[in-house]
Structure formats: C-alpha cells, structure tokens
C-alpha cells in the first residue's frame, strides 16, 4: 500500500466506467497526468472501443493502464477481470512495478472493497506459475510483478483480503500437487507433503498398508499392489467449530499418482494425462489447507486415498474379487 503515485513505477492503472469517467478526490494524479488520461479517454469514446483494458504513454518512462469497470457484472467478473490484467501487462516488456488506484472507480465504499479486493484474487491466481523443474531462461519465466494500492480504505481491503488469500493458497498447494511429476510425487512423498500441514494446525493422520489391512481396505490396496510404490490413505481434520456436537463435513479425493490402467492398460496417447488422476485429492489437501488458514469456524475432515496403479507380476486382474472396508466383495 502507498499513499501516492511511486516515481520509480513502471506504470499506473486507473479504473473507469463503461462511460469512461473516474474519480480523483484525493488529488493523487496530477493536473498535467489529468489532461493525458481525458484526452486518452476522449480518443476512446470516440473510437467505441470495446477492449477493457487500454494503455498509453503518460511519460516516456511510464505507461498509464484504463481498465473499464461495467457498471453490471456477474460475481466472477472481478476475479476475471483482474486476471485479464495480470495477462495483459506481462505481454508488455519491462513492467515489474504497478501501482493501482481503486479509489478512482465510483463506486460506493463497500462495492469498492469487495471488487478491488476479488480483482486482486485473480490477478494472484492467473499470476501463477510452476517452473520447479524448467532450466531454461529462469529469470524471464520467474518475472514477478510488485504492486503498490492507493486507496483510502487500506484496512477493509486487507481485512477482506485475508479470506481470499486463504482460498489462493489452498488453490495454489492444489496446482503445485497435480503439476509434479509422477516420479517426484508418489504416494510416499505425498504423505510427507500434506504433513506439512501439522504447522496450520490441522490433525494429520496417515496409514501405510500394514495398518490398512488391518482395517480391511482391501479395494484400495488391490489397486496399488502392482506398483513398488506403498498405498497409504491419509486423514486431514480441522476442528474450528468445538461448540458443535455434529459431524464434521467430510471430504474424500481420489489420490492415484500415476494410472497406467494396471493389467488394463490405458491407449498410449492419453497416458501423459494419467498423473492428474490425483487431482481430486489434491483439491480436498488445499481446501482443507485454506480453512486452517482462515481458521474457519466449521469441523471438517478430508480423506485421501494415495496410490499409484501399474502394471505388474503383482497387479490386479480383471475377475478378481476383493472384500472392501464395508464388507462388500466386488469383482474386480
């Protein structure tokens, strides 16, 4: 947050309505920056642009950003919005440092706060990126944009932010999750990932297949008995609301690391897609990772089953039959 205009900015951006009109009541523009951003915005009125987001010169070491606001939107719109920015500066060279005026856009104090505050959301989600692996030109995939808000209402913007953070960080565990590769993230490791979440506070508990069998979760482990790699199923609880005698709300993801098919093997030209089949345990581990962030006031408890299904002397076969942890025998 600043209280004005950086010197050492690359570029401003300030919001306008649909009719191109913005507000300056706390003078942070000057009158010379003033005149440009008219006599740009009068070019756009009569040129009818539809673009919502335009840029120009305002110095010849800064660029001024028009991002048009409409004055009816659906709920996602400020998150797509502020993700549709994020895509458009990084298409411009050399602009690393943004500073942003929310307090131009006329809206109501409370409508402000809620927009710019979902606005940032997606600029952050569509900012990233996961280059763990990538060796190649690592300072121009790594580009981070720094930006400064000029606003009044610096304290409800944070404080609003706060549960939209929360959710980008459970968003975010869950891409770098399904983004690893199969050889990196395999159930073990997996295991040592979510328990990371310990510090959060969340009750962590993880089963290895000795203490499934004891259970009798025998459908899970017939699925990952022709892999080297050990099944585990894990359980994630977070206990924001002790007041409440009801049951925790429970979630359950579906956690294979790598599916070839086993015996029944996949068509080779969807194979690569196999290691996302974790992908629903992976959203389970992040939402339970933003409710421990926003210490939420609600019980819930995530399952996830970890596993990984490859062919093998040892796999499964078409015809088995194995009893599952309820008691049912299914045919394999």
């Given amino acids: 947050f600043a209280s004005g205009l950086s010197p050492d900015s690359d570029a401003y951006a300030i919001f306008v309505t649909e009719r191109y009109e913005y507000k300056d009541k706390s003078n942070i523009l000057s009158t010379d920056e003033v005149k440009k951003i008219d006599s740009f915005l009068n ?6 642009k539809k673009e919502d987001i335009n840029s120009f010169d305002i110095s010849d070491r800064q660029k001024c950003f028009i991002i048009k606001v409409k004055n009816k939107y659906e709920s996602y719109f400020p998150q797509e919005h502020g993700g549709n920015f994020f895509s ?10 943004v500073d942003l005026y929310p307090d131009s856009l006329g ?11 979902e606005f940032i959301f ?28 000029i606003t009044s209402h610096r304290k409800k913007i944070e404080n609003n932010y706060k549960y939209c953070d929360a959710v980008k960080e459970g968003v975010f565990l869950t891409r770098d999750l399904v983004s690893e590769p199969p050889n990196v993230l395999t159930p073990k490791a997996y295991v040592q990932e979510i328990k990371k979440l310990l510090k959060l506070g969340l009750k962590i508990k993880s089963y290895d297949e000795k203490e499934m069998k004891k259970l009798g979760l025998n459908a899970l482990l017939g699925v990952g008995q022709g892999s080297i790699n050990e099944t585990y199923l894990v359980t994630i609880e977070w206990n924001g609301n002790k007041k409440t005698k009801q049951n925790p709300i429970a979630f359950v993801g579906k956690g294979v690391c790598f599916d070839t098919g086993g015996i029944s093997l996949k068509p080779a030209r969807f194979m690569e897609e196999m290691k996302s089949d974790m992908a629903g345990s992976a959203a389970v581990v992040g939402l339970l990772k933003t409710l421990a962030i926003r210490k939420a006031k609600v019980n819930a408890v995530g399952v996830v089953g970890l596993v990984e299904n490859m062919p093998g002397g040892n796999a499964q076969r078409p015809g088995d039959i194995v009893k599952s942890f309820s008691g049912k025998t299914i045919e394999i």
């Fill in 43 to 48: 070019v756009l009125k009569v040129k009818k």
């Fill in 88 to 97: 458009y500066i990084t298409k411009i060279k050399d602009i690393t440092k």
């Fill in 107 to 117: 809206f109501d104090k409370d409508k402000l706060i809620s927009f710019f505050s």
């Fill in 122 to 149: 997606g600029f952050n989600l569509k900012s990233y990126t996961f280059n763990k692996y990538k060796t190649l030109n690592k300072e121009k995939i790594n580009k981070k944009i720094n930006l400064k808000i």
